[in-house]
């Protein structure tokens, strides 16, 4: 009886020695979410690059779009202008404030738009491009360990705080060696997976600061639907303030 | 002027064969114009009020909300005061339906198509019971949960036949992409262009799917028993809803003319879109609403009979400027044929206005007479064709009374193309007339044919 008690207590000990440092193994998720959004965020640094976008869609011809994209998340602005297909050359969205502009070459005009919008008939759309909050539009709801090939990650599953984001709950497979997301899958509010996103490389805009090179983004709804995206002529050169107007994308034209 | 009269009357009758024939081709003319306008004239009304039994209503309202970050959302969460201000309107209680829509893209077996869904909560919906005209399934089968309503035409396209299940892919209210499933357990005659307007979804599992409370939907919708009252139900609407404090949206006096009803225009009608504007401008807290009717939704179609009655006025003048040339020569003949008698009058008294006169007059007692021949043809036809009872189940039911075909002539539109007959026959009369007058007496006498 006295051996049993013993024992017991031992083991008890030993457990609660033991738990600390299994805690200790799981990491703070918030602060990776707040370094993840760190890491998209590049402040006075502005950036530009090339995107080309190659979307597949059964029984259809392989589209091209290419997209000049300017950033300067300081100030929240953004600027896409369109550069192939030739039929939409000229067309850009400009992000000025809370306002999504899409402009017109044809007609020379400034229409209403969305960051929700897809770039041309590919899987990409405009908020893949854009500085993301994710700790500010979610909140976290499970995490959990896996792998993405060699690569051990965090699943990091997480639901949207409001709406109004652009899907009810997100996957984020980050590796756990540094923190980059390899995958993302997006599910709707039925709990459908709707689209997933590979982010195979990465690269360095300026220092700590990483954008996906490569992105492969499958549609999950539409079985054999996916668009793949690199990246191209990057720079972090100062633009001119001017790069941020209405002026410059029909003076663009 | 009297014994002119006769006398050109007289001359018409002398000549029947002739007479006819020119009549004839007059009455022709006016026969196949007055046909198109009498089809273009009931075209609108017909579609108006078989649409009103689908989209479910004459009269909507939409309640707008501002979103967190601003951007206006279509949501109706509490209809008391629609409803208190529809009681004090007038309007049927028994005539309201509340629907909501989306715009969504229904997948299947590697296709997809863009649909706009309506909910339907197909157990107790008797007005949608009696309405809906199902082709292929049970419209008691329609009660099971998850239920979707296609057009043949559209299930073709994505290769689904009923009891399939389809994905349907759309943003909820707010603009959050989301999917769900939905069973395809009924399918309608095709629609044409209102294929992709009109498929019903169960309500339950389509306002979850827009993030709706069970409750909640996006559009009130108010039936009446006369189309003709639809502009003066929606003012008297509006005007309850102002006088009982509800904020509502209201376009500027000099804005909301002639966007209105049926002089709406392109797009979901002016006046619809113009209202949508000012949600996207203006700033308000709690739900704000606008009020609109099925003539906004239509206002394409208004715009397919404007240019039915053009095509088929440019067809009356051309018809009826070949028909002038028949006329021109006709009347060229006949004063090369009458030379000697009109030298006769002329030597007998009568004045030159008096030839012309003469002339003119016997070309519009003939234009006259064949149009009357026209219309009372055509009003023939007109009832003829309407005894026919093509059905209600197809596309071009829409177009119809009741599987019937009706038509409508407008007076005003009628008395134009008389005038303009009149006009022409004149015009093609006067010259060989005015010849005819000019002619010296003695040098028509000594005239041999």
């Known amino acids: 009886m006295r051996t049993r008690t013993l024992g017991a207590a031992l083991a008890a000990l030993l457990l609660i020695a033991a738990a600390p440092a299994s805690l200790a193994a799981e990491p703070d998720f918030k602060a990776m979410l707040a370094e993840l959004d760190a890491i998209d965020d590049f402040g006075a640094t502005d950036f530009t690059g090339i995107f080309t976008i190659v979307s597949d869609k059964p029984g259809e011809k392989q589209s091209v779009n290419q997209v000049r994209m300017f950033r300067r998340d300081a100030k929240k602005q953004f600027l896409m202008l369109i550069q192939l297909p030739e039929a939409s050359k000229g067309q850009g969205y400009l992000k000025e404030g809370d306002n999504m502009w899409f402009y017109d070459p044809t007609s020379r005009k400034f229409s209403h738009s969305s960051m929700k919008e897809a770039v041309g008939e590919s899987e990409a759309k405009n908020e893949d491009f854009n500085q993301r909050k994710i700790l500010e539009d979610f909140d976290i709801e499970k995490t959990e360990e896996g792998a993405i090939g060699k690569f051990p990650v965090w699943i990091v599953g997480i639901k949207a705080k409001t709406g109004e984001a652009s899907y009810d709950r997100i996957k984020l497979y980050i590796r756990k060696d540094k923190t980059l997301i390899l995958k993302e899958e997006d599910f709707g509010a039925s709990g459908r997976i709707m689209r997933t996103t590979l982010y195979p490389k990465y690269t360095e805009v300026s220092k700590g600061k990483f954008f996906p090179s490569q992105m492969l983004i499958v549609d999950e709804i539409n079985k054999g639907e996916k668009s793949q995206i690199t990246m191209s002529e990057l720079s972090s050169e100062k633009l001119p303030d001017k790069v941020f107007t209405k002026a410059f994308v029909e003076q663009v034209n | ?449």
């Open chain 2, 1 to 449: 002027m009297g014994t002119i009269a006769k006398t050109a009357l007289k001359n018409l009758n002398r000549q029947k064969k002739r007479s006819f024939l020119l009549g004839g081709a007059i009455a022709f003319g006016i026969m196949i114009v007055t046909l198109i306008n009498g089809f273009a004239g009931a075209f609108l009304g017909n579609i108006s009020s078989n649409l009103a039994g689908l989209f479910s209503g004459h009269v909507f309202v939409e309640g707008v909300e501002k979103s967190a970050s601003n951007k206006p959302i279509s949501v109706i969460r509490d209809d008391a005061p629609i409803l208190a201000a529809a009681a004090t309107a007038g309007l049927d209680s028994n005539t309201i339906l509340r629907r909501s829509g989306a715009d969504a893209t229904i997948v299947f077996s590697g296709k997809r198509t863009s649909q706009s869904l309506i909910s339907a909560d197909f157990a107790s919906d008797s007005y949608l019971a009696k309405h809906l005209s199902l082709k292929a399934g049970k419209y008691e089968d329609l009660s099971k949960p998850g239920s979707l309503v296609l057009s043949e035409k559209i299930a073709k396209k994505i290769k689904a036949e009923v009891g399939d299940k389809v994905l349907v892919q759309l943003k909820t209210i707010n603009g959050q992409n989301n999917v769900g499933e939905l069973t395809l357990r009924g399918l309608t005659y095709d629609m044409g262009i209102f294929s992709n307007m009109l498929a019903y979804a169960d309500k339950t599992v389509l306002n979850e799917l827009l993030a709706l409370g069970p409750n909640e939907y996006t559009m009130f919708g108010v039936l009446l028993g006369d189309l003709k009252e639809t502009e003066k139900a929606a003012t008297a609407l509006t005007a309850a809803l102002k006088a009982q404090g509800t904020p509502i949206f209201e376009l500027k006096s000099e804005e909301a003319k002639g966007s209105a009803g049926a002089s709406a225009t392109t797009g979901m009608g002016s006046r619809y879109a113009k209202l949508a504007k000012l949600a996207k401008q203006e700033s308000w807290a709690g739900t704000k609403y606008r009020v609109f009717t099925i003539n906004d939704m239509i206002s394409q179609i208004e715009e397919i009979v404007r240019v039915i009655n053009t095509v088929s006025l440019v067809i009356l003048v051309v018809l009826f400027l070949i028909i002038m040339i028949g006329i021109s020569n006709t009347f060229r003949m006949v004063m090369y044929e009458r030379i000697r008698e009109i030298g006769t009058i002329r030597s007998l008294g009568m004045q030159r206005p008096a030839v012309l006169r003469l002339f003119l007059l016997e070309a519009i007692f003939l234009a006259a007479g064949g149009a009357v021949a026209g219309f009372l043809v055509s009003g023939l036809i007109m009832l003829i064709l309407s005894l026919f009872d093509f059905g209600t189940g197809t596309f071009f039911s829409l177009f119809m009374k009741n599987g019937h075909l009706s038509f409508f002539v407008p007076p005003a539109t009628a008395i134009g193309n008389f005038l303009i007959v009149l006009a022409l026959s004149i015009l093609a009369a006067f010259f060989p007339a005015r010849r005819a007058s000019r002619l010296d007496p003695a040098v028509a006498l000594r005239t041999t044919k």
